[in-house]
Nanobody
């Protein structure tokens, strides 16, 4: 099993910044495409950013491109999300997840069930 724990959520102001962290433990050889997802009240979960563990290739959705930056620390099995220029629509529960090893993010759809290890989520609330 892989344990996933997110931290760093909280309240932010419009135009401000927050940084989320995620740590993986357990069978860390099962880490692959790692990503951040979010779910706002009354909406479906959506992708935010993801990174291929081996190549460090990064992908963003249109809603976060240019504002959010994903990064990884493979030595410590950690994943980060730097969120800048926050907007009220960024309010959501943010989840960290990983897909299986051997698959790049390019080969896995954002909504794929192959993201098989998830954290409990951390709340981000953006207010004006």
């Amino acid at each position: 099993q892989v344990q996933v724990v997110e931290s760093g959520g909280g309240s932010g102001q419009v135009g401000g910044s927050l940084r989320l962290s995620c740590t993986f433990s357990g069978y860390t050889d099962r880490l692959g495409c790692m990503g951040w997802f979010r779910q706002a009240p009354g909406k479906e979960r959506e992708g935010v950013a993801r990174v291929s563990r081996g190549t460090n290739t990064k992908y963003y959705t249109d809603s976060t491109k240019g504002r959010f930056t994903i990064s990884q620390d493979n030595a410590n099995n950690a994943l980060y999300l730097q969120m800048n220029s926050l907007q009220p629509e960024d309010t959501a529960i943010y989840y960290c997840a990983t897909g299986p090893p051997g698959y790049s993010c390019y080969s896995i759809p954002w909504s794929s069930p192959q993201y098989n290890y998830w954290g409990q989520g951390t709340q981000v609330t953006v207010s004006s």
